[in-house]
């Protein structure tokens, strides 16, 4: 099939390229596909079927030809997947039959075709990603089960997912750095499965057989991409429980058989902290002696000293909100704080504070661990170093946009411009409490002037230095508290947005979630006058509003990463007395709102404000 391909957007470097640029060069893929739209359009049963049994049959012939026997393979594979009969419900055995054809492909074709994907234009990427989909979800959805074919397309689905990525990667490597954003061809969310992430899905079934000793049974688990970050918590939830569990077996066993009488045989790990000024030190006592006797993976109980609230979560919450406050005010010198952005980073420091950045990474893998969310904020940029992926130019822009604005002028700048600036490959960089030192970003750099040749490597280096080696004592102390709890394998399957989302929480509410899931109770149903006063109340109210009655019913004004309408406890709204001056009130561990039986909406509107207005602790950060 010869013409002009119009296919070949993305040139790719690797063994495979010359082919896959042949294939593609060499296919007029207007002509088939115009050529399959003429055929389909006759609507004749005898010619959908000659198409159908004649796409087997080229499937079939792939299946038993080595890549060698077969040089065609590629430009074979492209013409049957252009067929559009792959999306059509009626015809989902050729869909079984392509995927089985896929599945079963020697390593080396495998990977040419992991390169023809990756050379498609991003929307005919797209297109695949949701036929695969369909036919997965129909699948599920009619037989109630994880059929062969559900399987070999979940497999195939992964050809995509790999040519996804290959492609980002090959249009970073070719692109400027100022325009690295948004390099994806398909965005991760299409390729969440909407039957597998669905209520009705038995996700702890497919976590058994993921952790079956056999591993011979299909698991969703082993291909992740198909989990939304709801799921993928889910599922991070089952592995802490697990190892919860067997951290108290273990614990059990040694003291049953050591016969040392030390040994702690308390099913948690209890937190005995007194407020104020003493909480980081007691908890850093404390957590220091707990990564001795290794014992943090236990589940977690939080007591302050000289009160009496049992710890059923809320205490929980209370504990992570006043240790986050205290360990990231400014004035404490581990993070500075941007008031324009809103944004912590590191304090780049001479001074030797590693035990305390590893606290606070040990705290928020304890917050993860226990299923709590914190209230802090970092640059993505963190989460993308926290899951192996290297700082770029672009993640400059959301901590230091100013840097960035500039960074992105010199890069357009001529020679002249540039000489005019007297730039050398050095920084001016803080080094303690105001402090200044100039470093070099590379050997000799106070001798390097920055030219037009070399103004990207001194934008690179210029990157690497802010978000890596200026601060890189701090982040590895923080990086390795963070994964003495946080190295299991259903967290490696998240994404940096996705992690920041289970380390922090989300910043978008949607309350009418949270109402349609709410339960009511104490005479009190979804109907009731008083409650839908409230909640006329709620929807009327601005960001900031609804944001101080989150926090002040749940102790938390971030949205988990399972949305309003999967609190954990669910959210309750009880009645609180008959009509009275009380104002409402909450126990923000059971996320349970107690709401007097006001008699009229203006009474409401009015004890409901003031009491958001006198809740302690809100807005800490």
Request: charged share 20%; proline share 4%; glycine share 6%.
């Amino acid at each position: 099939v010869g013409g002009e391909s119009g296919h070949a957007w993305l040139r790719l470097k690797g063994p495979h390229e010359q082919i896959v640029s042949t294939v593609l060069e060499r296919l007029d893929v207007a002509a088939i596909t115009d050529l399959y739209k003429a055929i389909v359009s006759l609507h004749s049963p005898r010619v959908l079927y000659a198409l159908t049994s004649a796409s087997e049959k080229l499937v079939f012939f792939i299946m038993s030809s080595t890549s060698v026997a077969n040089p065609g393979f590629l430009r074979q594979l492209s013409i049957l997947l252009l067929n559009p009969l792959l999306a059509d419900v009626e015809f989902h055995r050729l869909m079984a039959t392509t995927c089985s054809m896929l599945v079963g492909l020697e390593s080396d074709q495998r990977e040419a075709v992991v390169h023809l994907l990756a050379a498609q234009p991003p929307a005919e990427l797209h297109r695949l990603v949701i036929v695969l989909q369909q036919y997965i979800t129909i699948t599920l959805y009619q037989q109630q089960a994880i059929t062969q074919g559900v399987e070999d397309a979940t497999k195939s689905l992964k050809l995509l997912y790999e040519a996804n990525d290959m492609a980002a990667a090959a249009i970073q490597a070719t692109s400027s750095l100022a325009s690295r954003a948004n390099t994806l061809p398909v965005p991760y969310a299409e390729f969440y499965n909407d039957a597998v992430n669905n209520e009705d899905f038995n996700l702890k079934e497919d976590f058994r057989r993921w952790k079956s000793p056999s591993r011979s049974e299909f698991s969703f688990c082993n291909y992740p991409y198909v989990y939304d970050p709801a799921s993928k918590a889910r599922v991070l939830q089952m592995e802490n429980q697990m190892a919860q569990y067997n951290e108290l077996q273990n614990a059990l066993f040694r003291g049953l058989f050591s016969g040392n009488q030390q040994v702690d045989l308390c099913p948690f790990l209890v937190l005995k902290v007194r407020r104020g000024a003493y909480l980081v030190q007691d908890t850093l006592i404390q957590i220091n002696r707990a990564k001795e006797s290794d014992t943090l993976r236990k589940p977690l109980k939080v007591k302050f000293l000289g009160e009496e609230g049992v710890d059923e979560g809320g205490v929980q919450k209370e504990f992570f909100q006043q240790l986050v406050k205290e360990l990231f005010n400014p004035d404490y010198g581990m993070f500075t704080y941007d008031e324009a952005v809103r944004l912590h980073w590191f304090r780049a420091s001479r001074l030797n504070m590693e035990t305390e950045f590893e606290l606070v990474g040990v705290l928020i893998g304890l917050a993860i661990y226990n299923s709590h969310i914190l209230e802090f904020s970092f640059p993505l940029v963190l989460f993308k170093k926290l899951t192996g992926m290297r700082p770029c130019f672009q993640d400059i822009q959301e901590l230091f946009p100013d840097i960035h604005q500039n960074l992105s002028k010199l890069l357009q700048m001529s020679e002249e411009a540039i000489a005019a600036c007297g730039l050398n490959f050095t920084v001016d960089m803080e080094c303690g409490f105001g402090e200044i030192e100039t470093v070099d970003l590379k050997p000799g750099g106070a001798q390097i002037n920055v030219t037009c040749e070399n103004c990207r490597e001194y934008v690179d280096l210029y990157t690497q230095h802010l978000l890596h080696h200026s601060i890189q004592p701090q982040y590895a102390a923080f990086e390795r508290g963070f994964l003495r709890l946080c190295n299991g394998k259903a967290l490696s399957w998240f994404r940096p947005q996705e992690l920041e989302l289970l380390a922090c929480g989300g910043r978008q509410l949607d309350l009418e979630a949270l109402e349609n899931a709410t339960i009511h109770d104490d005479g009190y149903t979804r109907d009731s006058q008083v409650v839908r006063w409230f909640w006329e109340t709620v929807h009327a109210m601005d960001d900031e509003g609804k944001r101080r009655l989150l926090f002040f019913v749940t102790g938390s004004d971030r949205v988990p990463i399972k949305g309003l309408a999967h609190l954990n406890p669910p959210h309750v709204i009880s009645k609180m007395g008959g009509d009275s001056d009380r104002l409402p009130t909450a126990h923000t561990c059971f996320n349970h709102l107690l709401l007097p039986a006001y008699t009229s909406k203006e009474m409401l509107q009015d004890r409901l404000r003031k009491a958001l207005e006198y809740a302690e602790g809100f807005g800490l950060l």
